[in-house]
């Protein structure tokens, strides 16, 4: 059974860092490209960056490129987004999200995490 | 950035009935168009993807139809589990993956 497991998620104010998790288990992780997608509270679905399966290309949306990083450690399993600068509008529901096709890198995904909660405050 | 733009925001829908939902693009996705079906306090599900394609699991009653700019996805019998938002996500053109604002689909 997949299962994606977000952590991380915490209240940060305004100029802080936070760094989030994904523990990915029942699949081959390495061969999958994967993704973050977030949901502002009561808001619709926003697209954040995406890895490739080795970790070799990375995307961003134009709203976070330079402040965050995408990563991921195929060793233990684990998708990472290191989050720097962060501002009041990138307060969300942080999921990730497993790309549905094997050694592509499509952009639609079949598995979602539950998410983990990124709130920017002071 | 491809804008995707949904249609209409809420729909009321008596259980039984059809419901159709539409999704347009700013410019051509050919097929590369996916549905997402979220339910209140839970992540989004897949439903359909390549515009017309059900996912592992997903019931007869949901399909999708249309390429290029615009695309449709209808529910043909609505049951008490399927009144929930629905999203359309394009991943012909990236980065950006874009979505839709979504669709609601309320109990009438």
């Known amino acids: 059974e997949v299962q994606l497991l977000e952590s991380g998620g915490n209240l940060v104010q305004p100029g802080g860092s936070l760094r989030l998790s994904c523990a990915a288990s029942g699949f081959t992780f390495s061969g999958y490209a994967m993704s973050w997608v977030r949901q502002a509270p009561g808001k619709g679905l926003e697209w954040v960056s995406g890895i490739s399966g080795s970790g070799g290309s990375t995307y961003y949306a134009d709203s976070v490129k330079g402040r965050f990083t995408i990563s991921r450690d195929n060793s233990k399993n684990t998708l990472y987004l290191q989050m720097n600068s962060l501002r009041a509008e990138d307060t969300a529901l942080y999921y990730c999200?497993?790309?549905?096709?094997?050694?592509?890198?499509?952009?639609?995904?079949?598995?979602w995490g539950q998410g983990t909660l990124v709130t920017v405050s002071s | 950035e491809i804008v995707m733009t949904q249609s209409p925001a809420t729909l009321s829908v008596s259980p039984g009935e059809r419901a159709t939902l539409s999704c347009r693009a700013s410019q051509s996705v050919g097929s590369n168009l996916a549905w997402y079906q979220q339910k209140p306090g839970q992540a989004p599900r897949l439903l359909i993807y390549g515009a017309s394609t059900r996912a592992t699991g997903i019931p007869a009653r949901f399909s999708g139809s249309g390429s290029g700019t615009e695309f449709t996805l209808t529910i043909s019998s609505l049951q008490s589990e399927d009144f929930a938002v629905y999203y359309c996500q394009q991943y012909n053109s990236w980065p950006p993956i874009t979505f839709g604002g979504g669709t609601k689909v309320e109990i009438k």
């Open positions: 999200a497993k790309d549905h096709e094997y050694q592509l890198l499509r952009g639609f995904f079949d598995y």
